[in-house]
């Protein structure tokens, strides 16, 4: 008589399994899990230090001085005859998808452009624009 042979797992060979890919996971995830912060962080400095920012000093150019608010880059609100927007194609939402805090200083031509970051609120964890701060008075 001949026996049969079965060709699978059995029951403690893929509960091993199990475990070593838990294990894995365990291993690997806590380091992933910070990334996508880090992540949405360099996007909004990458906005304010250079996407932003190139819009801003194309207006500057163009106008002679920085606009109002953000709104300025879509339409031209002022009827400036100078202006050749839309200097971006939509209003800059920060990763946390808050609009950037835009501050703008007539007495000096600067501003200041900021994102509050996770907690939306003013701290140290703000992405604060270093490209052009207002002179201290």
Known sequence: ????????????ELMLVVVI??????????RIAGRAEQARQAAAKADIEVNIASALDLYNVDNGFYPETLDEFLTNTKSLPAWKGPYLKKKPIDPWGTPY????????NSYTLRSFGKDRQEGASNVISSADQPKAP
């Not at 805090?101 to 000096?108: A, L, M, Q, S, W």
């Open 1 to 12: 008589m001949k026996r049969f042979q079965h060709k699978g797992f059995t029951l403690v």
């Open 21 to 30: 890919i838990g294990i894995l996971v365990g291993m690997v995830v806590p």
């Open 101 to 108: 805090d835009y501050k703008y200083f007539p007495e000096d």
